[in-house]
Nanobody, 122 residues
Framework: VQLQASGGGSVQAGGSLTLSCAASGRPFGGYYMAWFHQAPGKEREFVAGIYWNSGRTMYPDSVKGRFTISRDIAKSTVYLQMDSLKPEDTAVYYC????????????????WGQGTQVTVSS
């Protein structure tokens, strides 16, 4: 399994960015795909997850209403649309894949992309 994240950048507070995660290496039916972020000196945190088959999504309260995760099965790509960005959203963003269960714990994910930096200035 290979995950390739892209789309990070710098934006002012209130702005938007869309991250992409291209997944390859096997069929992803049954997988749970997620985005995490990690700020300097902090632990990696769950920000969104989606079931590959059903498209059902999950978010922590910190991003609910601002972030939207989606997937394009034909393109084997997962997206994270981030709106109303805040300086505290500044972090490296990672996509991850779990073949069996949903989880907000990074320890449960065997597959990771390389990370993409998002910087939000005030």
């Amino acid at each position: 399994v290979q995950l390739q994240a892209s789309g990070g950048g710098s934006v002012q507070a209130g702005g938007s960015l869309t991250l992409s995660c291209a997944a390859s290496g096997r069929p992803f039916g049954g997988y749970y795909m997620a985005w995490f972020h990690q700020a300097p000196g902090k632990e990696r945190e769950f920000v969104a997850g989606i079931y590959w088959n059903s498209g059902r999504t999950m978010y922590p309260d910190s991003v609910k209403g601002r972030f939207t995760i989606s997937r394009d099965i034909a393109k084997s790509t997962v997206y994270l649309q981030m709106d109303s960005l805040k300086p505290e959203d500044t972090a490296v963003y990672y996509c991850a894949a779990n073949p069996a269960v949903n989880s907000n714990s990074p320890a449960m994910y065997p597959y990771w992309g390389q990370g993409t930096q998002v910087t939000v200035s005030s």
